[in-house]
């Protein structure tokens, strides 16, 4: 009897010391290698909307199909784009015909001016000459007081057609093909151009369309979201910490990941930053008094906080955005830390063919 019970003082005794010295793992590990399963794959969604109206002509891809940047994804109809281009044309032709007219208006002004400085060179000589007179007494004052108003009145002519050939000069600007109408019908025409490119949508780089509710016939509205569209280029993985888990994150941390959807598989990443707020913390100036956050447990729950990791290798064809993880971070300088981080996303890993 005293023998089981000396043996079963040893087994309690060896249980709380592993029970000690597996607590005072955790607690120092938690700093050194902490471990989190809240942690998702995440992307960027992107909302592709036509930039131009009309029905749908035809339909490219199919619901979670991958792209390639520049691959037509839906059609617009583009008849009535086709005709602005035509009218477009057209209007640029008729502008090139009114520059032509301009460019002859400048010749006439010029020549209208030419004239007016030759009257008001001969009225301003005529005038000369009979104002000599008129000091001498030959002539009548009467007679000088005429040919000072011719004198005027050609001042004026030529000033007049001097500023009717600025006005034609500036219509038709500094050089060919560069007046006002001409300007405008060429925007205009490269406007029409853009509307009816814009009857393909396009797929902006690589990725999956996903969510796809469009078919032939639909009407597309510029400006309004029609198909949902991942970028395979974008997704990253972030792991929910605790506070104090992240305090002794650096430049020199890394990562082991392995994911729920591909277990005892695990992947090295690299830390990308760390989230630099939380939404519990965000206020809003609404004129307001604060809102004093009340807890009554004596333990509160402890704050977590973002970390974003990436990966030089694209992520497993298998993943999508929300995909389940665990990550667990350690510094690259200390190989004891890598060793046990290494044991520990392993055994997680492993863990995951079971539930």
């Known amino acids: 009897m005293a023998n089981a019970d000396t043996t079963f003082r040893r087994w309690m005794k060896g249980l709380i010391i592993l029970f000690l010295l597996f607590m005072g793992y955790i607690i120092v590990a938690d700093r050194h290698i902490p471990l989190t399963t809240e942690s998702r794959v995440r992307g960027y969604v992107v909302q592709i909307a036509p930039e131009v109206s009309g029905n749908i002509t035809s339909v490219s891809i199919t619901n979670n199909q991958k792209v390639k940047k520049g691959e037509v994804l839906l059609t617009i109809d583009p008849s009535k784009y086709e005709l602005a281009v035509d009218r477009a044309k057209l209007a640029l032709q008729q502008s090139y015909e009114q520059e032509k ?49 011719k004198d005027r009145s050609a001042l004026s002519t030529l000033h007049a057609a001097q500023q009717q050939l600025l006005a034609v000069k500036a219509k038709l600007g500094n050089n060919v093909s560069e007046s006002t109408p001409v ?34 016939g639909t009407m597309a509205t510029a400006n309004k979201p029609m198909l949902t569209f991942i970028p395979t280029s974008s997704m990253w993985v972030s792991a929910d910490y ?12 890394v990562a082991y990941v392995t994911y729920d959807a ?43 906080v973002r970390v974003n990791l990436t990966s030089d290798t694209p992520l497993p064809h298998q993943l999508f955005i929300g995909s389940r993880a665990t990550v667990v971070i350690y510094s690259d300088n200390s190989l004891l830390w ?7 996303i392993r055994l997680a890993s492993w863990l995951h063919y079971i539930y």
């Open 338 to 344: 890598q060793t046990l981080a290494s044991i520990q």
């Open 101 to 149: 007219s301009l460019l002859a208006q400048v010749e006439a002004a010029k020549a209208n001016v030419a004239t007016s400085q030759a009257n008001y060179d001969n009225a301003r000589n005529e005038y000369g000459r009979i104002n000599k007179l008129a000091q001498k007494k030959l002539v009548s004052a009467s007679m000088r007081d005429s040919a000072f108003a």
């Open 183 to 216: 300007m405008s019908a060429k925007n205009a025409l490269k406007q029409a151009e853009l509307d009816l490119a814009h009857t393909r949508i396009i797929a902006p780089s690589n990725g999956v369309i996903t969510n796809l509710q469009v078919d032939v």
């Open 242 to 253: 605790r506070e104090k888990s992240t305090a002794l994150i650096n430049k020199d941390s």
């Open 262 to 304: 591909l277990p005892g598989q695990v992947f090295n990443f690299h830390i990308a930053n760390r989230d630099f707020g939380v939404a519990a913390a965000q206020e809003t100036p609404n004129g307001q008094l604060s809102a004093v956050e009340v807890n009554n447990r004596w333990v509160r729950d402890a704050q977590r």
